[in-house]
């Protein structure tokens, strides 16, 4: 079965640190890739997706994730946190032939100090 | 997300007693998903539905059931066999193409007195 880890449970950065998290998943063929984000007290909101093409994906709000098929990886990444990014991050995938499901990791809560 | 509702948003259950969370689309999504969130686990998928009238189990479906009368709408009742029900649900639609993305409603948790 098809499974999504991400190593972090909980980063604490200053404001203005860059951000990286991690997120491998272990499914070897098609993939789409997502990183969900939910803010304290807000619906779970798309930060960014990947389907096919550039590896470099940019999201909303600074952040980008880069797909490396190699290392079955795709890792969030922001050059300059603000305190507002506080929140949980989840990075899902879903299988590319033809399937609805999406399988989440166990999300990354993210505390930035200001 | 704004076109997904969800409700109640905290629901208190009784030991024996089955509860039914409402989500409602007005997204014109055909595929509808409930998920359940636990502090630490991430999101886990409890069923979906691809059309009306039709749905599949996901990895946690015992001790939940789910109706599809209506595309717009996709309750979940959980069931006294669901011994720890004690969560927060989230719904979510998409289309059917595979390019589709997942959008969630804002939840419900579900406490057990």
């Known amino acids: 079965a098809q499974s999504v880890s991400q190593h972090n449970h909980h980063v604490i950065l200053s404001e203005a640190a860059s951000l990286e998290l991690g997120c491998n998943y272990s499914?070897?063929?098609?993939?789409?890739l997502f990183w969900y984000v939910q803010y304290p007290g807000q619906h779970l909101q798309l930060l960014l997706k990947?389907?096919?093409?550039?590896?470099l994906v940019k999201g909303i709000k600074g952040f980008e994730a880069e797909f490396i098929k190699s290392k079955f990886s795709f890792n969030l990444r922001k050059p300059s946190v603000q305190w507002s990014d506080t929140a949980e991050y989840f990075c899902?995938?879903?299988?590319?032939?033809?399937?609805?499901?999406?399988?989440f990791g166990k999300g990354t809560k993210l505390s930035v100090i200001p | 997300d704004g076109g997904i509702t969800q409700s109640p948003k905290y629901l208190f259950r009784k030991e024996g007693q089955n509860v039914t969370l409402s989500c409602e689309q007005n997204?014109?999504?055909?595929?509808m998903y409930w998920y359940r969130q636990d502090p630490g686990q991430g999101l886990r998928l409890i069923y979906y539905?691809?059309?009306?009238?039709?749905?599949q189990k996901g990895d946690i479906a015992e001790g939940y059931s789910v109706s599809r009368e209506k595309k717009e709408s996709f309750p979940l009742t959980v069931t006294s066999a669901q011994k720890n029900p004690t969560a927060f649900y989230l719904c979510?639609?998409?289309?059917?193409?595979?390019?589709?993305?997942?959008?969630f409603g804002p939840g419900t948790r579900l406490l057990v007195l």
């Open positions: 899902a995938a879903r299988t590319g032939a033809g399937s609805y499901q999406l399988t």
């Open positions: 997204l014109n999504h055909d595929a």
């Open positions: 499914y070897g063929g098609t993939v789409n």
């Open positions: 979510a639609s998409g289309g059917q193409v595979s390019r589709e993305t997942q959008y």
């Open positions: 539905s691809q059309i009306v009238n039709d749905f």
């Open positions: 990947y389907f096919s093409g550039d590896p």
